[in-house]
């Protein structure tokens, strides 16, 4: 392919992601869903089209979120959509309109999908990224953290992080909030001059967003200031107690981050995030929290709930995961007229099994063209994702399919065999993963 000059772009913010990536996304997603499944949580697909509203009322009129990033426009019958910003408010919408929400209890749910945000792109911060995510619905009681965090330690360790730890606090109640909120209007009123308009909107507004500043002005006005800790009801410092001890008890490493309070409106009780060294500025993996007011606000019961939403992109950016490596067949026909009988010959070893891929050189190259591919491919094994020791190709030319028979060279060694094609499966077998 020579040079080329694209006359369309991607849409800034978002990327095409092609193998062997694509297939280690895919491989780490293949992880979460039998981790999940390990716990009892099922897959809920929800759409990426919700109406404007349903984000307004859950995730809050006053975030950053809804304020300012949502991929918000008119249809066609001038009815306001939403691309989903975050996965939580679609589920808790299904769930209510499905009537699950009033059937038995607990529901146990995770999802993986896109997300929209209009963010400014940086690295490890997209317009279109991809959320993994799992919603525990009808526990009230701290078991629920500790479900949910085991189960989340659970799938990063299968992914290979170590050393990771949740960053732990308490956000109470309604009361809570509206009591820390009343206090640290009164405690920054006389650092307010020295904030942007923006956070100045806050402080009126919703001034517990602006634990989500990035000025450091605000943030060192906050360290000086109340903390949610301080207002805490006394069923809430129990709670939050209980969760500590039960999340000691299983061994999940955690810390107490006191001026953790999240960007979304809904949160109640508990709130966690895990963060990962190594990824620059936007170091956060995964949030989450506790959830208990939210399915009540939108119109269900008033059911306790609490979940989690891993970024995938930072978390794959982070992750030391490799998929398991795969064997490869290149079948080589000789000359376009030995392509039929390569095309059957492929055939034949894709039904031995295993996890080989068989490709066939569709052009008919020829075997000194195609050798040349198929060597540039074993030099790049580990790249590809290929058990360099498990490649071959299989050459059928002219003499080959007089005889019904086959020639198997071994990528690594460069050893080569001619048997009838009746062996392939024996001969092959090293093929297969044991
Ligand atoms: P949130 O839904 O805001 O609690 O975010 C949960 C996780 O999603 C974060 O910890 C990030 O890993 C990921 N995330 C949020 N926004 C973006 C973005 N714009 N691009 C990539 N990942 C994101």
Same mark, same amino acid.
């Given at each position: 392919?020579?040079?080329?000059?694209?006359?369309?772009?991607?849409?800034?913010?978002?990327?095409?992601?092609?193998?062997?990536?694509?297939?280690?996304?895919?491989?780490?997603?293949?992880?979460?869903?039998?981790?999940?499944?390990?716990?009892?949580?099922?897959?809920?697909?929800?759409?990426?089209?919700?109406?404007?509203?349903?984000?307004?009322?859950?995730?809050?009129?006053?975030?950053?979120?809804?304020?300012?990033?949502?991929?918000?426009?008119?249809?066609?019958?001038?009815?306001?959509?939403?691309?989903?910003?975050?996965?939580?408010?679609?589920?808790?919408?299904?769930?209510?309109?499905?009537?699950?929400?009033?059937?038995?209890?607990?529901?146990?749910?995770?999802?993986?999908?896109?997300?929209?945000?209009?963010?400014?792109?940086?690295?490890?911060?997209?317009?279109?990224?991809?959320?993994?995510?799992?919603?525990?619905?009808?526990?009230?009681?701290?078991?629920?953290?500790?479900?949910?965090?085991?189960?989340?330690?659970?799938?990063?360790?299968?992914?290979?992080?170590?050393?990771?730890?949740?960053?732990?606090?308490?956000?109470?109640?309604?009361?809570?909030?509206?009591?820390?909120?009343?206090?640290?209007?009164?405690?920054?009123?006389?650092?307010?001059?020295?904030?942007?308009?923006?956070?100045?909107?806050?402080?009126?507004?919703? #001034? &517990? !967003?602006?634990?989500?500043?990035?000025? %450091?002005?605000?943030?060192?006005? $906050?360290? +000086?200031?109340? /903390?949610?800790?301080?207002?805490?009801?006394?069923?809430?410092?129990?709670?939050?107690?209980?969760?500590?001890?039960?999340?000691?008890?299983?061994?999940?490493?955690?810390?107490?981050?006191?001026?953790?309070?999240?960007?979304?409106?809904?949160?109640?009780?508990?709130?966690?995030?895990?963060?990962?060294?190594?990824?620059?500025?936007?170091?956060?993996?995964?949030?989450?929290?506790?959830?208990?007011?939210?399915?009540?606000?939108?119109?269900?019961?008033?059911?306790?709930?609490?979940?989690?939403?891993?970024?995938?992109?930072?978390?794959?950016?982070?992750?030391?995961?490799?998929? #398991? &490596? !795969?064997?490869?067949?290149?079948?080589? %026909?000789?000359?376009?007229?030995? $392509?039929? +009988?390569?095309? /059957?010959?492929?055939?034949?070893?894709?039904?031995?099994?295993?996890?080989?891929?068989?490709?066939?050189?569709?052009?008919?190259?020829?075997?000194?063209?195609?050798?040349?591919?198929?060597?540039?491919?074993?030099?790049?094994?580990?790249?590809?994702?290929?058990?360099?020791?498990?490649?071959?190709?299989?050459?059928?030319?002219?003499?080959?399919?007089?005889?019904?028979?086959?020639?198997?060279?071994?990528?690594?060694?460069?050893?080569?065999?001619?048997?009838?094609?009746?062996?392939?499966?024996?001969?092959?077998?090293?093929?297969?993963?044991?």
């Amino acid at each position: 392919v020579g040079e080329v000059s694209p006359r369309y772009s991607a849409v800034k913010g978002t990327r095409d992601i092609f193998p062997p990536e694509s297939e280690r996304w895919g491989s780490a997603e293949a992880v979460c869903r039998s981790v999940f499944s390990g716990y009892g949580y099922g897959e809920v697909r929800t759409p990426v089209l919700e109406s404007t509203e349903l984000f307004a009322r859950s995730v809050g009129e006053t975030t950053d979120l809804v304020h300012k990033e949502m991929y918000t426009f008119a249809d066609r019958k001038g009815r306001s959509l939403t691309l989903r910003p975050e996965n939580t408010a679609g589920v808790v919408r299904a769930v209510i309109e499905s009537g699950a929400a009033t059937g038995p209890m607990p529901l146990r749910l995770w999802y993986v999908g896109t997300q929209y945000r209009f963010e400014r792109p940086q690295a490890g911060r997209y317009r279109e990224f991809r959320q993994i995510g799992a919603e525990l619905l009808g526990v009230g009681g701290p078991a629920a953290e500790a479900e949910i965090l085991t189960m989340l330690f659970a799938f990063l360790s299968a992914l290979g992080f170590v050393g990771l730890s949740v960053s732990l606090n308490s956000v109470g109640t309604a009361a809570t909030r509206e009591r820390l909120g009343e206090a640290l209007r009164s405690a920054l009123a006389s650092s307010a001059s020295r904030f942007g308009e923006d956070d100045r909107r806050k402080l009126e507004q919703n #001034p &517990l !967003r602006l634990f989500d500043s990035k000025d %450091p002005e605000v943030q060192s006005a $906050l360290a +000086a200031g109340p /903390r949610p800790m301080d207002f805490l009801d006394e069923a809430s410092r129990r709670h939050h107690q209980e969760v500590c001890g039960l999340l000691r008890q299983a061994g999940i490493p955690f810390t107490e981050a006191p001026g953790l309070v999240r960007g979304l409106d809904y949160y109640t009780r508990t709130v966690f995030e895990v963060v990962s060294q190594g990824l620059g500025s936007q170091d956060a993996i995964l949030g989450g929290g506790r959830y208990d007011g939210l399915v009540e606000a939108l119109g269900g019961p008033a059911l306790p709930a609490i979940g989690f939403a891993i970024g995938e992109d930072r978390l794959l950016q982070a992750a030391p995961y490799r998929p #398991p &490596l !795969r064997g490869l067949a290149l079948v080589l %026909p000789g000359a376009p007229e030995d $392509l039929p +009988a390569a095309l /059957r010959i492929a055939e034949e070893i894709r039904k031995l099994g295993g996890d080989l891929s068989v490709e066939t050189d569709l052009n008919g190259r020829g075997f000194k063209k195609a050798m040349g591919r198929a060597n540039d491919l074993f030099s790049r094994a580990g790249e590809l994702g290929f058990d360099a020791g498990r490649m071959f190709a299989v050459l059928v030319g002219e003499r080959e399919r007089a005889q019904k028979q086959v020639t198997v060279k071994r990528l690594s060694t460069g050893e080569q065999e001619t048997f009838s094609e009746s062996q392939l499966a024996e001969r092959l077998g090293a093929g297969r993963q044991a």
